[in-house]
């Protein structure tokens, strides 16, 4: 089975950047997408940003335009560049990957945005 492992998580203080990297121990082409999603405290676990090999993006509309998922089939990595941080986007940040109703998540890299 696929393995993905975050890493890139940390303390930002408002209007910073962080990136966040999923490397797929398997090959990228194990999924047919792949993607962020992230639960706050007390809050469901969201999506944040979707890539498909269909060359199809999607953001969540709360960090359209801040954030960026960049995929590499070379390295297997899926990453994801988040600019301008709000304290709303701290939360955990799982990976994601998908093929034929089959999953993989992550374990989880956490983010918190404070002063």
């Known amino acids: 089975q696929v393995q993905l492992v975050e890493s890139g998580g940390g303390l930002v203080q408002p209007g910073g950047s962080l990136k966040l990297t999923c490397e797929v121990r398997g090959s990228i082409y194990d999924f047919s997408s792949a993607g962020w999603y992230r639960q706050a405290p007390g809050k469901q676990r969201e999506l944040v940003a979707l890539?498909?090999?269909?060359?199809?993006?999607k953001y969540a509309p709360s960090v359209e335009g801040r954030f960026t998922i960049l995929v590499d089939d070379v390295e297997n990595t899926v990453d994801l560049q988040m600019d301008n941080l709000k304290p709303e986007d701290t939360a955990v940040y799982y990976c994601?990957?998908?093929?034929?109703?089959?999953?993989?998540w992550g374990k989880g890299t956490l983010v918190t945005v404070s002063s």
């Open positions: 994601h990957g998908a093929r034929g109703g089959v999953e993989s």
């Open positions: 890539s498909t090999w269909a060359s199809t993006t």
